[in-house]
């Protein structure tokens, strides 16, 4: 039985239970992180437990173990046995219980905290051969830079992209292409890479966050700019990227092959990278 | 001890319990409905069934008891013995419990279903003297017309109206008016009421949709078309409309003083219309 962590305690995944009356049920007023273990570190940590607490700032949401991100996420991992494995590790923190209404509880009160750690390899097939995106209209918030529960405009899209054989959806949102229902999308264009910046359009991802610094150390030129969606046929390569998938080659967006419909040498050379930076990582080296 | 309905049981309150593995909880993927009861009927209950049965037809929610919606709200309101007073009944419905995965779950799995009553008296001083709307962005999604519980954007911007003194937000998008984060706002302009039209920046509510047909059916012109924010100087006087506070009239929207700043004649008329409105829905007249 898996071990779970709830409100504090570690506990057998069959006893953990929450009240209906939770806010992150009643109204997906809950911030999340999902981070990433490679078998013996995580990878970019520190980023991920920032970013959670920027969420908790932004959503208001006062978690009392904010500074404890670290080591509740260490603590599923080897309390899971997954030390050696590859697996991730969910942490979701809601506004807690109270009577449903819109306003924030008053006074507060505690919020509600849910962990937990599961085995999940990297695709590796994925990362080899790429994929095609589903191309539709972002139908999200206008508050994607924050890591919020409130999902269910992802959740239709993607489900949209696996009906039709995508592992992933380009969202495009005036014109411009965004980012993915759980990624950031990249484009290659005469050998520079191009993103959309950061704003409250995207999540800012860990992973993108690091491959845009590879690029920097590396001499690869990288403009933080949105590619326009009628623009698609120009551009050369694309990948997705995010922490539970790595880099993945895109191939096809909607019905536009990109470049020559296989993997490009940039993104080749940004996995390269980017899996010699998950290495140095390991304390242990 | 309250009771509450739990996928097909009436149990008590405190021991109504949900994994917190629910795709309502990890992903706000789930629809819901509040309902009123005055004292011995609901107000148009057939409306809000059709209404949830449509949430769930559109984000493919498929729940076996959709036809008992009456029944178990009945039920709800009965065995809390609040047969005889003003009420609230609120019913959700999440795609169900499975291992997290932005994909729906395959097989499909049963829906989480979950309901409860609760005592609610219309603010009546609220009603009579009315309110001051706070003026913001709509931040929301694309398919507001979904009633769903992926409601973060709705909570925040409530939150800031309610820090500001005011009883709703007033939504601007593209520089009209949309809605409030849970109602809907009518104006009235030489005689004449406005409100925006319904479509996927809306939910489509049932206390707008009597006050159309109210206007219809006593010669009130009304025009289902969007107000722009910046022509709210020009407006006579406005109100909010929902189920839980059936009509407020609105003073106030930022800045800016509706009309002569107090109750207009043409508010007070639809409030006196739909008062009896509800009264004509009693079934022992």
């Known amino acids: 039985m898996d071990?779970?962590?709830?409100?504090?305690?570690?506990?057998?995944?069959?006893?953990?239970?929450?009240?209906?009356?939770?806010r992150g049920f009643l109204f997906g007023d809950s911030v999340y992180e999902v981070t990433r273990w490679y078998g013996g570190y995580f990878f970019d940590l520190p980023a991920h437990a920032k970013r959670l607490r920027r969420s908790l700032t932004e959503t208001k949401i006062s978690w009392q173990d904010a500074e404890r991100i670290e080591e509740i996420s260490e603590e599923l991992i080897q309390r899971n046995g997954l030390g050696g494995d590859c697996a991730i590790v969910y942490l979701q923190i809601t506004r807690g219980v109270a009577p449903r209404n819109h306003a924030f509880p008053d006074p507060p009160v505690s919020p509600t905290s849910y962990g937990f750690a599961k085995r999940h390899s990297i695709n590796t097939l994925l990362c080899e051969q790429g994929t095609s995106l589903w191309l539709t209209t972002d139908p999200r918030w206008n508050r994607c830079d924050i890591k919020s529960t409130a999902l269910l405009a992802n959740v239709m899209a993607y489900q949209e992209a696996h009906d039709n054989g995508c592992a992933e959806v380009c969202f495009v949102r005036d014109g411009l292409v965004t980012e993915?229902?759980?990624?950031?999308?990249?484009?290659?264009?005469?050998?520079?890479?191009?993103?959309?910046?950061?704003?409250?359009?995207?999540?800012?991802?860990?992973?993108?966050?690091?491959?845009?610094a590879l690029a920097a150390e590396n001499n690869i030129p990288l403009i933080e700019e949105a590619v326009a969606a009628d623009m698609l046929a120009y551009t050369h390569e694309s990948f997705f990227c995010n922490t539970t998938g790595e880099i993945v080659p895109v191939l096809k967006i909607g019905d536009q092959v990109i470049g020559e419909g296989r993997p490009g040498p940039v993104t080749q050379k940004m996995q390269v990278l980017f899996r010699n930076l998950i290495q140095s990582m390991d304390p242990r080296r």
Chains 1, 2 share one sequence.
């Open 180 to 212: 993915g229902a759980h990624s950031n999308i990249f484009f290659v264009k005469n050998d520079t890479l191009y993103t959309h910046p950061e704003s409250e359009k995207i999540l800012s991802g860990i992973t993108r966050n690091n491959v845009v």
């Open 3 to 22: 071990t779970v962590y709830l409100n504090g305690q570690f506990i057998p995944r069959n006893e953990a239970v929450i009240s209906p009356d939770d």
